[in-house]
């Protein structure tokens, strides 16, 4: 089992960065594929990124190609999400969640486990 714990969130402009990061603890970290969800008011919740195990291979939604980027640091037991020129439909409430699936599954059903959640407002 893991547990997730999520910071970094905030309130930044459109256009700006934010830095998100996920904090993992209990069993072997190497083991979990790790992604990034996100839920905006009244949506359902989105897959934004995942990154496999060995971190060599990355999945992005195409909403955020080529403005997130996803890194998970072993030492640390961390998943680091950068968002560069955010725009505002990017608001949303990002979770960070954990598989033991076999490769960079898009689907919640498919991620055991959850951390809380941390708010990302973009405002203009």
């Known amino acids: 089992q893991v547990q997730l714990v999520e910071s970094g969130g905030g309130l930044v402009q459109a256009g700006g960065s934010l830095t998100l990061s996920c904090a993992a603890s209990?069993?072997?970290?190497?083991?979990?594929?790790m992604a990034w969800f996100r839920q905006a008011p009244g949506k359902d919740r989105e897959f934004v990124v995942g990154i496999e195990r060995s971190g060599s291979r990355t999945r992005y939604a195409d909403s955020v190609k080529g403005r997130f980027t996803i890194s998970r640091d072993y030492g640390k037991k961390t998943v680091n999400l950068q968002m560069n020129s955010l725009k505002l439909e990017d608001t949303a409430v990002y979770y960070c969640a954990a598989s033991t699936a076999i490769g960079i599954p898009s689907t919640i059903l498919q991620y055991q486990y959850w951390g809380q959640g941390t708010q990302v407002t973009v405002s203009s």
């Open positions: 209990g069993r072997t970290f190497s083991g979990y594929v």
